[in-house]
Each structure stands twice: as structure tokens, then as C-alpha cells.
Nanobody, 124 residues
């Protein structure tokens, strides 16, 4: 069993930055890819970014490419999402997840454990 806890969400003006963190506990997740997803009110959950088990490979949704950066620190069992140049359309609850695969995947069906979410609100 793995428990994921996100932190770092909040309210920011358009053009600003936030850094989300996700701490995994229960057992090490260093052998597995991890990802970030988001869900805006009235919309389906969507893929944001993923990182391979060793951080050597990353993958981003087109909507965040060039603005968001995913990284991980396996010694700390933590994955990060640095979000720059935020836009009002980035407003959503952001969820981290642990994949059952070691390589990057964008489909939520690959992810076995999910956090409770961190709210990010970007004002215009």
C-alpha cells in the first residue's frame, strides 16, 4: 500500500509560479514511474506530466509543455511539479499518482495509487 500526499497548491496570479510536491509513504516508489494529473470543475481528469523510475525520461501534455517541469528525488520518495507561466485555464485540483510501470505513461489506467489532490487556482 502506498499513500501519496500532495502539497504546495494555492492561489496565484496569471503568469506566476507554483511548485507542487508529492510525498509517497508506505513503501519505496523508486522502481515506478510517477505522474501528475488534474481535474477542473465539470471536466474529466486529464494527464499533465509523467516521469520514469529514474527520472531519465519525462512526458508532458501539450497544454503544459515548456511551462511545467516534473522531477523526482527517489531518496526522499518525492515527486515535484514546477509550474511556471501559469494561466487561468490551469486552475484545477492536481493529483499525483504512482504507476504500475517503470516507464512514462499518460493513461490513468496505468496508475495504481493516487493522492487526495492539491488545489491550484490561477486568477486573471
Amino acid at each position: 500500500q502506498v499513500t501519496l500526499v500532495e502539497s504546495g497548491g494555492g492561489l496565484v496570479q496569471a503568469g506566476g509560479s507554483l511548485r507542487l510536491s508529492c510525498l509517497a509513504s508506505g513503501r519505496p516508489v523508486s522502481s515506478y514511474a510517477m505522474g501528475w494529473f488534474r481535474q477542473a470543475p465539470g471536466k474529466e481528469r486529464e494527464f499533465v506530466a509523467a516521469i520514469s523510475w529514474n527520472g531519465g525520461s519525462t512526458y508532458y501534455a501539450d497544454s503544459v509543455k515548456g511551462r511545467f517541469t516534473i522531477s523526482r528525488d527517489n531518496a526522499k520518495n518525492t515527486v515535484y511539479l514546477q509550474m511556471n507561466s501559469l494561466k487561468p485555464e490551469d486552475t484545477a485540483a492536481y493529483y499525483c499518482a504512482v504507476s504500475s510501470s517503470s516507464v512514462v505513461r499518460s493513461s490513468s489506467s496505468w496508475y495504481s495509487y493516487w493522492g487526495q489532490g492539491a488545489q491550484v487556482t490561477v486568477s486573471s
